[in-house]
Structures are given as structure tokens and as C-alpha cells.
């Protein structure tokens, strides 16, 4: 498959000189390649992440002058072809290792956990002070509504999980969504652009400084709530230095609700993205806890 990847590359890129190549597996939605040791390559495994790489070049492209962390910089792309296999972006490889969980659990003095949060946070401020009116009238984004999208959510893992699921867990979901949709939750929201997927593995560090080198991967990213980017580190590293981060952040208590509710969702979506897209792993994943 690397051959088809290289040649796809080059008959548009003929003064690229490829000299070694090796794929990086953490990649879902998508075939990454590191090209060089220097330039990452990404190929969207489907259909619908041809329009999900084309909408996230445009946001890169977009946002680029306002972000101060160093984010991917698209300068190779293809997307006259619209085939899994013939789309691609590349960008300079970004420096730095994937903050994992035990990762920032190794970092003992608290000053540098403090440094962390800070500028995870910075990142977040920048990012989320482009409103979704902005955004939605410069990129022609669809706006997204977050209750809707809840509403929805919760309509598909009853008619696609629950016939995977225990009868008390399919209760607990049930009376989770319900309460959550009619409650208070959503009338504090302002819609902004958000990264949308912002986890352990989209976060880079370097350990030897404990700074933050970048953030990659903005295939989730698009106009919602800005607490769903909360969700990911909530997610990804738990309580304490959660509340490290929505402390920094301006109103950060007003969507903590939102923040805890959503990180309840992760793995349903797993095991959703599972079942649409034959991805067994990512479905047992994500419904083991329920079965």
C-alpha cells in the first residue's frame, strides 16, 4: 500500500525526493506516513474523511495567524482526485512526543504540571475566542448545535448499541441523556471554533522542557462548544489536572457540566465509529463497559 501512497505523492510532487518512508499506526480515521523523518503525510482511510481533510486544511490555513502553539502548516495536498488513496495533505513533522497520561504523572514537580495546563489552556483561549459567527461566515462552516447533536447521538446508540448493551446500563444511558437534554446545561453556550478531538494523542510535548511543542490532528475540528475540548482532557488525564485547566479558563465553572457530560459519551462514540465504519477493535472498545 506505501507504494500506491508514494506514487500518489510524487506525480505531484516530482522534485520531492523520498528517500525513506515508514507509516505511523496511531492514526484512525487516517494512513499516516512519515516521510523523510521529516514531513508527515496523512491519507483518509473513507469517504467521508476526504471532506473532514479538505474542511481541516481550510481551518489550518484559517486559523494559522492566531494560534501561537505550533499547529500542522499544509504545504503539500491533493485534492483534485476524490479517492481514499489519491487525498492527501502533508505538513513539516512538529517535534515532540504525545503527552500521555503516565507521561504527565512522571512530571513531579508541580510548577511544570502548572506550565502545562497553562499553555494547554492558552492554546484553548486562542482557539476558542473565534466566534462561530465569524468563522461560520469565513469558511462556511455549518454551525453546529450542540443539543441537537446530543439529541441525536443519544437516537443512534439506541437504535445501533443498546441491542449490544446490559438492560441497567442501557437505563443508566437512558436517564443520563434525558436528564442532561432537559436540563439548564446548554444555556450558557456560545458557539466558537474548537480543535474537537483534544486528547493525549493530538497533544505533543517535549519531556526534557515539559512545554507543550504542538497540537495536531484538527480533523474534529469546526464550530460547537467550547467545553467539548475540556471533555478531552478530562478524558485523557483525569479530575485533578482537569481542574488545573478550567480553573485558568475565563468562566471555565459555567461549562463544567457540559465538560463531564460529554467525556461520559467518549466511548459510546467509539463503539458508534465501530459499527459505521466495520472497525471492530474501535467497537469492542468502546462497548466493553456496557456488554
Not at 512519515?34 to 483518509?44: A, D, E, G, H, T
Not at 494547554?120 to 461560520?136: C, D, P, Q, R, Y
Not at 439548564?184 to 515539559?210: M, Q, R, Y
Request: aromatic content about 12%; glycine content about 8%; hydrophobic content about 35%.
Amino acid at each position: 500500500m506505501n507504494n500506491n501512497f508514494i506514487e500518489n505523492i510524487q506525480s505531484l510532487y516530482s522534485d520531492l525526493s523520498i528517500e525513506d518512508i515508514y507509516p505511523n499506526e496511531i492514526g484512525q480515521n487516517n494512513d499516516v506516513l512519515i516521510v523523510n523523518k521529516s514531513l508527515v503525510f496523512r491519507f483518509p482511510k473513507y469517504k467521508i474523511g476526504i471532506n473532514q481533510l479538505k474542511r481541516e486544511t481550510e481551518i489550518l490555513k484559517y486559523i494559522k495567524g492566531t494560534i501561537s502553539t505550533p499547529i500542522p502548516n499544509p504545504i503539500y495536498q491533493s485534492f483534485e482526485e476524490l479517492e481514499p488513496g489519491k487525498v492527501f495533505t502533508g505538513y513539516h513533522l512538529i517535534d515532540g512526543v504525545p503527552l500521555w497520561k503516565e507521561s504527565l504523572i512522571g512530571v513531579k514537580r508541580v510548577d511544570l504540571v502548572k506550565g502545562l495546563a497553562k499553555q494547554l489552556v492558552s492554546f484553548l483561549v486562542e482557539l476558542h475566542s473565534i466566534s462561530g459567527e465569524k468563522a461560520s461566515r469565513d469558511l462556511k462552516l455549518k454551525v453546529r448545535n450542540p443539543h441537537e447533536e446530543m439529541y441525536n447521538l443519544y437516537n443512534k446508540i439506541r437504535n445501533k448499541l443498546f441491542p449490544f448493551m446490559r438492560k441497567d446500563a442501557q437505563q443508566e444511558i437512558s436517564q443520563s441523556f434525558e436528564t442532561f437534554l432537559n436540563g439548564k446545561a446548554f444555556s450558557n453556550l456560545d458557539i466558537t471554533l474548537i480543535h474537537g478531538d483534544f486528547g493525549a494523542s493530538n497533544i505533543l510535548w517535549d519531556p526534557e522542557t515539559s512545554m507543550i511543542s504542538g497540537i495536531i490532528d484538527f480533523g474534529g475540528s469546526g464550530l460547537g462548544d467550547p467545553a467539548y475540548d475540556f471533555a478531552g482532557i478530562l478524558s485523557s488525564y483525569g479530575e485533578d489536572f482537569f481542574d488545573m485547566c478550567i480553573n485558568l479558563y475565563p468562566n471555565g465553572q459555567e461549562i463544567s457540566e457540559r465538560v463531564k457530560f460529554y467525556k461520559s459519551t467518549f466511548a459510546l462514540q467509539e463503539a458508534l465509529h465501530g459499527i459505521e465504519n466495520g472497525d471492530r477493535q474501535a467497537f469492542e472498545a468502546g462497548i466493553k463497559d456496557y456488554k
